[in-house]
């Protein structure tokens, strides 16, 4: 199970024009970045993004099981996520 799982629209996550990747994204990699800098080792905590789920995919038990379990719920909380069936 993750020690952290990342919610958001995928809405939010479209890359701005010329770049690969998007905010969110770039905002994770940095948070993973800063987190093993504090701890000393990515190998103590996992982490959750999910790259494939679209708003209307449902929700699997195993995403539910993971929600359940983590210490950390980050939300990236926005109008397309609230607009979202999740």
């Not at 770049?19 to 969110?24: A, C, D, F, P, S």
């Not at 770039?26 to 959750?48: C, P």
Request: aromatic share 12%; proline share 5%.
């Amino acid at each position: 199970m993750p020690d952290i799982f990342i919610s958001y629209a995928h809405v939010d996550n479209k890359p701005f024009s010329g770049l690969e990747k998007g905010w969110i994204t770039h905002f994770v990699t940095n948070l993973q970045l800063m987190i093993n800098s504090k701890i000393g080792r990515a190998e103590d905590y996992s982490l959750w993004q999910d790259f494939r789920l679209q708003g209307n995919t449902a929700i699997t038990p195993e995403i539910e099981t993971q929600v359940k379990a983590v210490q950390v719920l980050l939300v990236f909380l926005s109008p397309g996520w609230i607009a979202s069936d999740w």
